[in-house]
């Protein structure tokens, strides 16, 4: 991956992890008959979304990139990051993020482990 892809998965992945954890809240004060079972669930994947964080904490390091500012504005998700030296920017609209959200929810859950 590129550093670009790598900043916006880094900063993707904390959005979700924001995301399970408010649908965890919301799964808790339901009444679903398999409510432990659903919040289980979603803890999985909290733990996993937790897991590639850290991984792509440990590829910054070896890669020379910091996140210096992310802001969650209206129109979308806002990122400053520094690399090799220069200071680098971007915004991904809602609608990327969501779907990339998606994507990665879905490939938590189809790989098997």
Avoid at 38 to 52: M, N
Wanted: with cysteine.
């Amino acid at each position: 991956m590129v550093e670009l892809q790598l900043v916006q998965r880094y900063m993707v992945l904390g959005i979700l992890i924001s995301a399970l954890e408010h649908d965890i809240g919301i799964m808790s004060a339901s009444d679903a008959k398999f409510r432990r079972s659903y919040i289980s669930f979603l803890r999985g994947v909290q733990d996993r979304v937790l897991l590639d964080k850290a991984g792509l904490g440990l590829k910054f390091r070896a890669r020379g990139i910091s996140v210096h500012e992310e802001k969650r504005e209206q129109a979308g998700l806002k990122g400053v990051y520094m690399c090799r030296g220069y200071q680098h920017q971007f915004t991904m609209l809602w609608g990327a993020v969501r779907q990339e959200c998606e994507v990665i929810i879905k490939d938590f859950c189809q790989r098997k482990s």
